[in-house]
């Protein structure tokens, strides 16, 4: 199973379970985001008994993105029991 594509609900529906939540906020424009993209969901494959692991595209979900308690420009971080991935949104060259 690959990473599951969040929108609020389903998020906050996660978080009140019994089992870790990993996230990555990613863009669709974002080539980093992209790179990260296979790997992240083999990690959801390796883990999946006992990790959720998700993916909140910051476009169509910008105000779960922009929530008071996620700093999206600081990564990664351990909020309770969500652990986030960001991916830099900078200058990609």
Partial sequence: MSAVNMDQKLF??????????????????????RRISAPYDRIAEEHQDH???????????????????????IAPMNLQNVFVALCGHGDEG
């Fill in 51 to 73: 990790l959720v692991v998700g993916k909140v595209n910051v476009d169509e979900e910008a105000q779960l993105a922009q929530a008071e308690q996620f700093d999206v420009d």
């Fill in 12 to 33: 906050t529906g996660l978080l009140a379970g019994d089992r870790p939540v990993l996230v990555d906020f990613w863009a669709p424009w974002c080539g980093y985001c």
